[in-house]
């Protein structure tokens, strides 16, 4: 019969085995398949490295993201994060000012409502940018549990 052997491409190595190589049970032990990290850690930290976080904890805005988001990640808020508006606020307000760094979509490149977009209305108005005090008094006091705008 013939003989089992490797040949190298590139790269790549290619085993040529025999039906007698198949024969004999496999002695290659794997290792245990390691879980890749989400972005809240094992331990309940934040994982600031996650590629799903697409580089916003890094960049212009990566302070005042990282800071919005731990406030939320920790909030104990109810509803969770209703107490971290001026974190969200100070995010959304830096990331306007580099739309070509935050303002990405996965679409073409002249789609220009990509983050932007998703954290203020299409068409730029925001109804409590100019009013701060308008936003607690169109509320449910906060002490009936909920928080919630008046339509």
């Avoid at 508006?85 to 789609?111: E, I, L």
Wanted: charge should be negative.
């Amino acid at each position: 019969a013939g003989m089992s052997y490797c040949k190298q491409f590139g790269k790549d190595k290619v085993y040529f085995v025999t039906k007698e190589d198949h024969a004999t049970p496999s002695t290659i032990e794997l290792p245990a398949p390691e879980q890749p990290e989400g972005v809240i850690t094992k331990d309940g930290n934040i994982n600031w490295s996650c590629p799903c976080l697409g580089g916003m904890a890094t960049g212009p805005c990566g302070v005042d993201f990282r800071d919005a988001f731990s406030c939320f990640q920790y909030s104990k808020a109810d509803p969770k994060g209703s107490d971290c508006y001026d974190a969200f606020t100070k995010m959304r307000d830096c990331f306007q000012k580099y739309p070509t760094v935050y303002n990405k979509s996965g679409g073409d490149d002249d789609d220009d409502d990509g983050l932007g977009g998703a954290l203020s209305e299409v068409d730029g108005s925001d109804p409590l940018a100019n009013a701060p005090e308008a936003a607690a008094e169109d509320a449910v006091p906060a002490n009936t549990g909920t928080l919630v705008a008046k339509q």
